[in-house]
């Protein structure tokens, strides 16, 4: 299904998106990606094997260590190296930064929301997988449809509208979710999917806009590419993070003696109270990262070039 989707996708950029590139290829950065290898690869480990080998196991101290030692060996080999992977720089630039942290928590939202929803679905409401599937069409309809729409907006009034926006509705569909329990209606489920869609497909586009806006046209590429980087950081960590709580808040449950859907459903909670911070944090970054003050930042980046 995805190979149709993406030849269309390489057409339609061939076509109708600019070029920008820079006006020689960059060496090839060895040591930062290296690094930057351990470093996810470690933390991310370290993260999803925690709950189970226990925090303070020899293996995952090992394993943090191993990251905080590589992400400080990167920025040491980064500042010194003349064509680095990651332009250090840019984190001078408040709409850069800003779009980093919201792409972060954008996904952390997405990934583990998909994640804990889908087990709700399949083992409180006893859904099957096609039927746990079709359940979360609203939202990804909803997603689909706003996307274009933040972008037409962010392209005509900036990315402000958008972000806040999108902020403010990924933290009403999670505050919608706080009370989920066994007997909650399909109604009001498919309701805050939904709304929790419609904020997570305003994000996309200016996020991408805020990122790339007042870099030199030749770093667009770079500035792009680690905004991506930190989407699919944000998923890992949110499977991870959310993962994590509601594995937690099951054991305790049935320690409790609660029945296996009650303290499934309980347990997802927690997840959503993230979620929903996430969701606030993503609406205050956006206004911040989008004042003049801000846009001051990053054409001083620029000016740097």
């Known amino acids: ?6 030849a269309a996708m390489i057409a339609a950029t061939l076509r109708y998106v600019p070029e920008s590139k820079a006006p020689r290829p960059r060496r090839v950065d060895v040591p930062g990606q290296l690094l930057m ?3 996810l690869g470690s933390l991310t480990y370290a ?3 925690g709950p189970v080998s226990g925090w303070a196991a020899p293996p995952i101290t090992a394993l943090f260590t191993v990251a905080a030692v590589s992400l400080a060996t990167f920025v040491i080999v980064e500042r010194r190296h003349p064509e680095p992977l990651l332009e250090l720089r840019f984190f001078r630039s408040q709409p850069f930064t800003g779009a980093s942290v919201i792409a972060v928590l954008a996904f952390v939202v997405l990934g583990g929301f998909l994640f804990v929803i889908t087990l709700y679905l399949q083992q409180v409401r006893g859904d099957s997988p096609l039927r746990a599937g079709l359940s ?7 997603m689909a449809v706003a996307a274009p729409v933040a972008g037409q907006v962010t ?3 900036g990315p402000r509208v958008p972000l806040v926006a999108s902020g403010l509705l990924i933290a009403a569909g999670m505050a919608m979710l706080l009370g989920l329990g066994p007997q909650t209606s399909s109604a009001w489920v498919l309701a805050a999917l939904a709304v929790t869609g419609a904020g997570l497909g305003l994000v996309n586009p200016p996020i991408t806009n805020t990122g790339v806006s007042g870099m030199p046209p030749a770093q667009a590429g770079v500035a792009s590419a ?5 989407r699919q950081f944000g998923s890992v960590l949110g499977v991870a993070v959310l993962g994590d709580l509601v594995t937690a808040g099951v054991s305790g449950g049935l320690a409790r003696g609660e029945t296996h859907a009650a303290a499934l459903s309980a347990a997802t909670h927690g997840a959503w109270a993230v979620s929903l911070a996430c969701g606030i944090v993503i609406a205050v970054t956006g206004y911040l990262t989008t004042t003049a003050r801000a846009r001051a930042t990053a054409a001083a980046v620029a000016a740097l070039e």
């Not at 979360?136 to 909803?142: D, H, N, S, T």
């Not at 680690?226 to 930190?230: G, N």
């Open 155 to 157: 392209g005509r009034h």
């Open 1 to 6: 299904m995805n190979v149709p989707i993406g």
């Open 136 to 142: 979360l069409l609203p939202a990804m309809i909803v």
């Open 226 to 230: 680690v905004i991506s980087a930190t």
């Open 37 to 39: 290898i351990a470093f």
């Open 47 to 49: 993260v999803i094997q």
